[in-house]
């Protein structure tokens, strides 16, 4: 049984920084990648950056520059490190699993396995 537990999330002022975490237990596949996921209220879920089996990443735009996606293979972790947050970064962020190594952060369908979330509220 594959379980993600995130953690990490709480509340900021604009201009601060969070780091996510994400722990994985059993395991997705041979390879797998990674990701991390946001929903605002009354809004879709999207996809933030993700992490293929081979280390390559991606990121959606709204987020370049200001979070950085890794991994602790030791540790079975996964980290989001978010600078320079503002209030449109409001979300419950996800990490998610597939059995597959290459990276992708949509659609969100392609991702088998997926954490309850942790919330993320940046205040002006």
């Known amino acids: 049984q594959v379980q993600l537990v995130e953690s990490g999330g709480g509340s900021v002022q604009v201009g601060g920084s969070l780091r996510l975490s994400c722990v994985v237990s059993?395991?997705?596949?041979?390879?797998?990648?990674m990701g991390w996921f946001r929903q605002a209220p009354g809004k879709e879920r999207e996809g933030v950056a993700c992490?293929?089996?081979?280390?390559?990443?991606k990121y959606a735009d709204s987020v370049k520059g200001r979070f950085t996606i890794s991994k602790d293979k030791a540790l079975n972790t996964l980290h989001l490190q978010m600078n320079s947050l503002n209030p449109e970064d409001t979300a419950m962020y996800y990490c998610?699993?597939?059995?597959?190594?290459?990276?992708?952060?949509?659609?969100?369908?392609?991702?088998?396995?997926w954490g309850q979330g942790t919330q993320v509220t940046v205040s002006s």
């Open positions: 059993g395991y997705p596949g041979i390879s797998f990648a």
């Open positions: 992490i293929g089996g081979l280390g390559s990443t």
């Open positions: 998610a699993a597939r059995a597959g190594s290459s990276c992708t952060i949509a659609p969100t369908s392609d991702y088998n396995y």
